[in-house]
């Protein structure tokens, strides 16, 4: 008895080491995540961001709509974003309008491949006006030009056909690099014709009421990038407004 008393004492008085070594386990864990996310990796972060991405989103979304049919604007689904990089430049919206933002990525998600969503898609993102589609000037119009890049107008297509589905009224803001200018006197006029241009072609390809458009020319006033990337601010920002929104 006085053996098996000891021997049961001794197992008692270990126990502790079971727990410190899941703390030493959770603290090498800790510093191994923290040494990784101190690697300034682009790739591997995106990666990491990604599938944070897909395993955050509702289960079961199988990429289709119902009775198995591709997913369309008016399902109520949302599964990952097609957009890789957002601009975190705008403030938070409705809830009526990220259920907007919900239907728009499905759209693009069904309808623009990888490489379109890549070339085409500068930032997509919810605010205080609305729903807001950036896209890159310099894919859409030929350098320095009004006129669009023959190779645009199936994504400017699908687009416009966007815009008709969500039955909003869209207000599309033309924005240009610093003093570029094009053919115009100014970026004013420059940034001007360019949103009047994608809008009359919207107009035209998907009879849209002239009392659902609206353009605004923003020129050079609102840069979103630096250095390198400077010249991405030439782009067109297509607006979904909130439905509450007049003009």
Do not use: C
């Not at 491949?113 to 609305?130: P, T």
């Not at 310099?138 to 589905?165: C, H, M, T, W, Y």
């Not at 630096?226 to 782009?235: C, F, H, L, Q, V």
């Amino acid at each position: 008895m006085r053996a098996r008393h000891s021997e049961e004492h001794g197992n008692d008085n270990e126990r502790w080491l079971v727990s410190y070594a899941d703390f030493i386990t959770l603290m090498f864990a800790f510093f191994a995540v923290l040494y990784a996310t101190s690697q300034k990796d682009t790739e591997k972060a995106k990666e990491f961001q990604e599938s944070i991405k897909k395993y955050l989103i509702k289960a079961g979304v199988a990429g289709t709509g119902a009775a198995g049919n591709p997913a369309q604007l008016n399902d109520a689904v949302k599964y990952n974003s097609p957009i890789e990089s957002p601009i975190p430049t705008y403030n938070d919206a409705k809830p009526d309008t990220a259920r907007v933002l919900d239907q728009v990525e499905v759209f693009i998600e069904s309808h623009l491949s990888k490489e379109e969503r890549k070339k085409y898609i500068l930032d997509l993102a919810a605010d205080e006006w609305g729903v807001r589609i950036v896209v890159p000037s310099g894919q859409v119009f030929a350098r320095e030009s009004d006129k669009f890049n023959p190779e645009a107008l199936a994504f400017v297509n699908k687009l416009s056909d966007l815009i008709r589905q969500t039955r909003r009224k869209i207000l599309i803001e033309g924005h240009v690099a610093e003093n570029e200018t094009g053919p115009f006197k100014s970026t004013w006029d420059f940034a001007s014709v360019r949103s009047l241009n994608l809008l009359r072609y919207m107009q035209k390809t998907q009879k849209l009421a002239s009392t659902q458009l609206a353009s605004a020319s923003l020129a050079d006033s609102k840069p979103l990038f630096k250095g390198e990337r400077a010249a991405d601010n030439s782009r067109m920002e297509i607006i979904l407004l909130n439905s509450d929104y007049e003009f």
